[in-house]
């Protein structure tokens, strides 16, 4: 099989498994990812590692779980030990660059002690982690943090360039929407959901970074690159430039995906949940109706440019050498379940779209298919090292590449769960519950029928996903159900045991180790010389 | 309370818990280790994190378990973001010194991504690992081994300045015995483990290494240290210089403890283990005659060593602002349950002796005592942290510190079972079983009455303390104990969750930052703007 030269990961952020129409939403039609998806695979169970930007971005960037590398939630730093997409392929020569958001806190206390800092080749290339900063965006600039970072940021200067005035015209105009007299109606409050941004389209977030990915891909000429475009669209603020922002109305999407029964004795844990202001606030009247039409109509934009971007690339060639990843970091509550954001593990929230487009003929026979195969984020590095030809790291990857998968040949021993987790500390929920900074942690496994979710220091919750696949019915403290629940906690041991910690040593030295010690002269257990040779 | 000024940190190789005469052993009297005893406490449970010299000693030094640190046996390298005692107790102005043996190999693939290299003051803490390296010598010296590594070996210039000759009198004077014709015969053989060392027990490892941890001591006038001191011994090559090679013989020591019932149907991991050369070894009749001497006089000798070095700090003052902590890494079968070496769970491969004596006056009411809390290897990081008054890393680390229970505090929380792992991946165990060389794990839980050890793809074991205090009965497979092994395997899940995983936020920054989160302009799920005040 010929090596892959360039690949484009895509990622939207915060955009749920089923709002793409090749998922099945009925109303929201997203041509161009569907068409993608006709020319690969679609992966229909595909999990991320924590239902949170960051850890689950920390995940997708190294291949390993949250319980491996650490960085639990957005603002934790991912440890300077920890290798990233970048440390695996750019050795093979691949420029591997971000486009847009990575929400990675570089690990200062890490690079002091070990006297690096940001200002040098190495602890920039660390701090971004292990991307060349083509175009770092973490798509969240609200003027109190934008000044904190030094007020600077590139998508801002573009912007005034093209008029936009003020300090952050990114708060002020791509996320902002006017009232009747022209006041400015701030995009961070949901009310104003439905105005349109104002901005033009074509200077809008997702038009920018999708022009610079456009930038970065020509600037790199013949030489192989993986390009990060990342997306913080449709993560709030909810607000889409016109025309997106009234494609949809009420007749576009159901009701809250909810139910009367789960409010009822609910698990200590979502209860919390259930009281934060932002799950408040979407369970009531008047929220979606408000908020989901920019959801839509931002997930129609993206698929709008990726159709431009993918015709580009089709037109200059770049087609038959790149390989295409769609994905997400994790869903959107939007008030089903009672909640809003994400970080519990319903499938709204832990479960995400994937596709994967490998234009080389030895994935023909899978283009426009659907795989069932369960997923993980931690699936992709070692997709792209092995797509790229670059030297596995079984040592410390923790997923496995789908490569054969899109040849449409799945391993006899492919997974049969998923394992995804939570760390709840920096929530309201934990404050609500009175737990320390540690004891704020959730644990989920999943199979084909079943989804077990631990919670540290509260009773765990169990969905019987083939007769309940609405996950309406917590069977977590039920009688009867003692079996399946014992089952599914030794299933989640023998996960955790499968935490690879020996990043140190690669498993051929493993092998080759005790030829090493014969070598060293050291001897063990022997009770005496070997007889001379006659 | 006052901050403890300097910390001896004395281990010993290989030493058994039950190889002390305070320990119970009736023959082997080791008075001077006794009365450090008699000025501290004396901990009955100490066990270590892994029952090898390597990973074991790593958790010494990291305060983490094996499942975190990473570095799984002698030659896997500390992962380069791992912190050591020198990262903690450094900033608090402690020189934080090694005389002897760590076993510690450098993370150079870490190091290098990050532009380090050993010749640098950080490259060569950090590959030390964290000690200031005063004299590191980590005691195994074999000729192809020492001439990989350079040739250069400061004790080895030492015996050279003392008349002893040649390139390696390491391995030809101190580990070498004589024949009757004046033949050099090697310690590395168990034959010859009752000869006298050929050199003068002032010129042997043992007093080497305590002449310079007098001099560290002196050197250091009146800053604050902690010292290392390390000693390989009683650890293979097992031979002792005279007088101690023969001051022990059969009358020294009772038989093998073992029992054929141990080799019916036995889990196939231990009978893998029993199939070693070593356990063969000192399975067959007259090793132990052989070796037992020379180990306990090893011990013995030690013992001397450490009369004279407590006596000198005693003159010299010392004695008021040290802390003294005397432990091994690891145990030693000596044929015990038809094994030799150690890296299974019996208690005498993972249970190690544990002295601590604070000198402080608020440990005086239990000078002398004895503990039966359960102690473990990661409990000295944080216990050294607390008595030189270093800024607690409760994200880090793993263990507890144990001054409150040298105040005479157990607290009401403190744990009730000990955990250990062991990656077997490089014995000759892993290949008769035709593991992978991820495959190769095993990890137990014991509690006051029971030992549980999951080994990852075979059955476990499991023994009934309380009425089997010799491990002889197998229980890992019996019918009738199904309940305590599913009890014990969700403790073994309890505790892996317990892993430390966010080590690059303390729990105090977690705390604060959801006001910081409030600070910067970032709003969820709020319907609208507050209402201006009046």
Redesign the interface.
């Known amino acids: 099989m010929p090596k892959i030269k360039n690949i484009l990961f895509i990622m939207a952020d915060q955009l749920r498994w089923d709002y793409l129409s090749c998922y099945g939403h009925p109303h929201l039609k997203t041509p161009n990812i569907d068409r993608l998806a006709e020319r690969g695979v679609r992966f229909d169970r595909a999990y991320v590692q924590s239902p949170v930007c960051g850890p689950s971005r920390a995940s997708f960037y190294t291949g390993r779980t ?8 957005n ?9 990233t997409l970048g ?1 695996y392929l750019r050795p093979n020569g691949v420029t591997t660059a971000v486009v847009g958001k990575t929400h990675m806190i570089p ?1 200062r ?2 690079m002091a ?4 800092n940001g200002s ?1 080749d ?1 602890g920039c290339l ?1 701090s971004q982690p292990g991307f060349d900063p083509y175009e770092r965006d973490d798509g ?1 600039h ?4 934008l000044r ?1 970072k030094g007020g600077k940021l590139r998508y801002n200067d573009w912007l005034r360039s093209l008029g936009y005035e003020g300090e952050n015209p990114w708060n002020d105009y791509a996320n902002a929407g006017e009232g009747p007299d022209g006041e400015v109606l ?1 995009g ?4 104003n959901s439905n105005l349109p941004a104002r901005i033009r389209e074509e200077h809008s977030e997702t038009a920018y970074m999708t022009m610079r990915a456009r930038e970065f891909i020509s600037e790199m000429g013949d030489a192989p690159w993986l390009c990060h475009l990342s997306y913080i669209k449709p993560h ?1 603020p909810y607000i889409a430039p016109a025309p997106y922002h009234d494609m949809y109305g009420p007749g576009s999407f159901s009701s809250a995906h909810r139910s009367q029964a789960e409010r009822r004795d609910p698990n200590p844990v979502f209860e919390a949940f259930m009281k ?7 369970s ?1 009247q008047g ?1 979606r109706e408000t908020v989901l039409p920019a959801y839509m109509g931002l997930i129609k934009q993206i698929d709008d440019h990726l159709g431009r971007l993918f015709g580009w690339l089709e037109e200059t060639g770049r087609s038959d050498d790149t390989m295409i990843v769609f994905t997400s970091d994790h869903g959107d509550y939007l008030g089903d379940h009672w909640l ?2 994400k970080e519990l593990f319903h499938e709204e929230s832990v479960r995400v779209p994937l596709i994967v487009c490998d234009p080389r003929k030895e994935a023909d026979a899978t283009r426009g298919t659907v795989s069932d195969a369960f997923v993980e984020a931690i699936d992709l590095v070692p997709t792209f090292m092995e797509a790229t030809g670059a030297r596995a790291a ?2 410390r990857l923790e997923g496995r590449s789908l490569i054969p998968l899109l040849r449409g040949e799945t391993p006899e021993d492919w997974r049969d769960s998923v394992f995804s987790e939570i ?1 709840y ?2 929530y ?1 929920a934990r ?1 609500t519950l009175k737990l ?3 004891d704020a ?1 959730g ?1 989920m496994i999943r199979t084909d029928h079943w989804k077990y979710i631990h919670f ?1 220091g509260f009773p765990p919750q169990l969905f019987n996903l083939g007769e309940d696949p609405d996950e309406f019915i917590d069977l977590g403290r039920s009688s009867g159900h003692e079996q399946i629940r ?1 089952e599914m ?2 299933r ?2 023998e996960r ?2 499968a ?7 690669t ?1 051929d030295e ?2 080759e ?2 030829d ?2 014969n ?11 070997p007889a001379a040779a006659e």
């Not at 603002?75 to 290798?83: A, F, K, S, T, W």
């Not at 934060?276 to 979407?282: A, D, L, N, P």
């Not at 070598?519 to 010389?529: A, L």
């Open positions: 949250v319980f491996s590398h650490g960085a639990t939630w603002m934790v730093p991912l440890p300077i030990g920890e290798l440390d690990d206390e890490g002690r070990l006297g690096l040098t190495i660390v969240l609200p003027d109190p943090l904190k701030s961070w409050y949901l009310k709030w934060m202001e932002v799950s408040r606030t979407f009531e929220t809003g954001e079984s040592h760390d500390a920096f309201a404050e320390g900074p540690s942690r644990y540290k014992q906690h030794n989640l041991l955790l045991l935490r690879k910690n020996r990043t140190t040593m498993d493993v092998m180790i005790r090493r010690e070598e060293s002269g050291i001897i063990i257990g022997r009770w005496q010389e």
